[in-house]
């Protein structure tokens, strides 16, 4: 079943869609939130995943329902992230956010803060500027949750390299939310 | 937690870019090969000529050829790797393939510093002066100018005058001495130059000479080098002239102005002639699905109009934008660069628009992300088809904008290029085809899933429906207008 045609099912209020849904992005967005949050907690976010999405659909029509729901799982991931505040449950999370950490400048002297979709949008932005592995490899690192490891291992270097190459990444990041005067 | 604020950000970017990053991009790069077939593509195309043109007081002529003096060596733009062609015992050779895209790659990155060696304010007095009062006066009328052709065009026009006349155009378009002219239209040059398969945005420039008629070869060197311009000499009035002029002018603008161009030919009093051209094509970021396009109705100044209406839902990356006078949306293109839609409030005219300074500050605006009144969206966006074309004699404008001694035999002074006296301009002549849709990918799986996924849909939505006239501006890469145009009917 293509795409259109799950989102149909949504907009008729059809439950074939939630199964629809299930079954061709179930993995994927199990992949997500097992990056981010673990096994254990993975799944009870997937599954808050369709009942989101059959709110949402209609009015909303993706353009994409794989990023849509996705992002779904992104959000529900962190909202439980925040609510078990225990951080050990989450390692992969955490670790995550701390090197998002060193993107953000320097907040003195900085005041106006900026509303997360205006960040979106630069985001946007910065991505599509940069050369095409580095967009890709950000967004895995940094919207999927793929360990620095596994990076490693798809692109063929080591490790540290990556590890090396991500962090200037997040260095000409930093730079641009600089540049721009954002203050997060 | 502050990086929690980027999370939440990050959740948000546009879908496209998610899907993108779906699978590594190893295996992806299979994939973009592959669209490659898709590319005819096409969501705006755009053509532009200018024809300046200078007589001799006296007259005459001689001679019977037409041939070229100097050819420019263009800058090199190596095509996007074509996977079709890199296919060996049934798999993507893969090291070919990274060859090919590394010089693609290398290619796009000299653009890249052409671009950044100059920004939109270094040209936003001029552009402020020359897009009203060229688009201006036209009430009701589709009109459409490229106010980079023309900036090319006028520089070298600078380059092939002297004195007071070299002065009044280098006023006009804000720029202190000849070498920072030459230095902005080959960065101009080379960051708008580019046909390599997936995206097409060609500019050419010429010198026509009467074959009587004396030249300095440095002149012509200089021209050619600064600023890709190839110099042609023959009889004015022979038919081999004229025929080789609209040739070259079909050529560069890939055959979208032929019926502008059609019958063009020179005055046998010409004694040289200018011409300056871009071809421009572009995909849209997220293409309109052609199933949602469906037939609609434009309120125009003399009643109502059947066209066919575009629709799409801008998410995620969607910014609605307002003034006192207007409201606007942008579209992003493939590759960089944007269109924007200005849609002038219920009783004001896009003409009024022109005249509004804020509207023009919008449109100048190098990054709209700083407009003030900006609010992120859903949009249901509405753009009707259009395909507009327009013919524009500029000379009086340009007079007006204080570019005269060119104009009059008695002050003109083109001694740089040639030492006959007598030579001055006598007309300017800039044609446009602006053509805007949806389509482009009918039967590929690649445009079914467009990608502006939002994962969390914004509280609020509005419909922008240009269902009565309206203002647009198609921008490059470097984010300077290429293309300024009203649409009074689609």
């Known amino acids: ?184 | 937690m502050r990086s929690e604020k980027l999370y939440d950000a990050l959740t948000e970017v546009d879908g496209a870019l998610v899907d993108e990053a779906a699978a590594p991009a190893e295996k992806q790069k299979k994939k973009r090969a592959v669209r490659l077939r898709w590319i005819g593509a096409i969501a705006a195309v755009l053509a532009a000529a200018i024809l300046l043109t200078a007589v001799l007081r006296p007259g005459g002529t001689g001679g019977l050829t037409a041939y070229a003096l100097e050819t420019p060596s263009y800058p090199a733009a190596a095509p996007y790797p074509d996977v079709n062609a890199l296919m060996s015992g049934g798999e993507v050779d893969q090291e070919a393939f990274t060859a090919a895209f590394d010089a693609w790659s290398s290619d796009r990155w000299q653009r890249v510093s052409a671009r950044n060696r100059y920004s939109a304010d270094d040209l936003h007095d001029y552009l402020a002066a020359v897009i009203p009062a060229f688009l201006g006066g036209h009430d009701g009328e589709n009109v459409s100018c490229s106010p980079t052709n023309l900036c090319l065009a006028l520089a070298m026009l600078a380059e092939t005058t002297g004195g007071e006349t070299r002065e009044q155009i280098l006023s006009l378009l804000g720029v202190s001495d000849m070498d920072s002219l030459r230095a902005l239209a080959n960065n101009l040059f080379l960051a708008n130059y580019n046909d390599d398969g997936a995206m097409k945005s060609l500019l050419a420039s010429a010198i026509w000479l009467r074959d009587d008629l004396d030249y300095k070869a440095e002149t012509l060197k200089r021209l050619a080098e600064n600023y890709y311009a190839a110099s042609f000499r023959g009889t004015m009035g022979s038919e081999a002239y004229d025929k080789l002029l609209r040739q070259w002018l079909n050529e560069q603008t890939g055959q979208q102005l032929t019926d502008q161009i059609g019958s063009l030919s020179f005055d046998p009093e010409t004694v040289l002639a200018l011409t300056a051209t871009v071809d421009f094509s572009k995909q849209w970021y997220v293409e309109f699905q052609p199933e949602r396009t469906e037939d609609g109705v434009f309120h125009a100044v003399g009643g109502e109009l059947a066209c066919r209406m575009m629709r799409q839902d801008v998410d995620s990356a969607g910014f609605y934008y307002w003034g006192e006078r207007f409201g606007a949306v942008t579209l992003s293109f493939k590759e960089g660069g944007e269109t924007r839609f200005l849609l002038p409030d219920e009783g004001v005219t896009p003409e009024a628009l022109l005249e509004d300074s804020e509207a023009l500050a919008f449109l100048l605006t190098q990054n709209c992300q700083n407009w003030e009144n900006s609010k992120n969206l859903i949009i249901h966006l509405s753009v009707p088809k259009f395909d507009v074309s327009s013919q524009l004699t500029l000379d009086q404008s340009l007079r007006e904008l204080g570019l005269t001694d060119a104009f009059d035999p008695k002050t003109a002074d083109f001694s740089p290029l040639t030492d006959t006296e007598g030579v001055f301009l006598s007309e300017l002549r800039h044609g446009t085809r602006i053509a805007v849709d949806e389509k482009g990918v009918t039967a590929s799986a690649y445009t079914i899933i467009p990608g502006a996924g939002a994962a969390m849909p914004p509280d609020e939505e509005i419909d922008f429906t240009l269902d009565r006239p309206f203002l647009f501006a198609v921008y490059g890469e470097d984010k300077l207008p290429l293309f300024v145009g009203v649409v009074n009917q689609p």
């Open chain 1, 1 to 184: 079943m293509n795409d259109l045609e799950i989102i149909a099912l949504f907009e008729q209020r059809k439950e074939e869609a939630v199964a629809a849904a299930a079954r061709k992005y179930g993995g994927y967005c199990q992949t997500i939130a097992q990056n981010l949050l673990g096994i254990e907690d993975a799944e009870e976010c997937v599954s808050d995943t369709w009942l989101a999405a059959w709110n949402r659909i209609p009015p909303a029509r993706p353009a994409s329902l794989r990023a849509f729901l996705g992002g779904i799982t992104r959000t529900l991931s962190i909202s439980r992230f925040r609510s078990l505040h225990a951080q050990k449950r989450g390692a992969g999370l955490t670790l995550m956010l701390s090197e998002l950490e060193d993107c953000l400048p320097d907040p003195k002297g900085v005041e106006e803060a900026v509303e997360t979709r205006a960040l979106a949008r630069l985001l946007s932005d910065w991505l599509r500027g940069l050369p095409r592995e580095d967009r890709v490899l950000f967004l895995r690192r940094y919207w999927y949750g793929v360990t620095v490891k596994q990076l490693a291992g798809e692109a063929g270097c080591t490790e540290n390299q990556m590890a090396q190459h991500m962090r200037k990444l997040r260095q000409a990041l930093r730079g641009k939310l600089e540049q721009e005067g954002i203050a997060i």
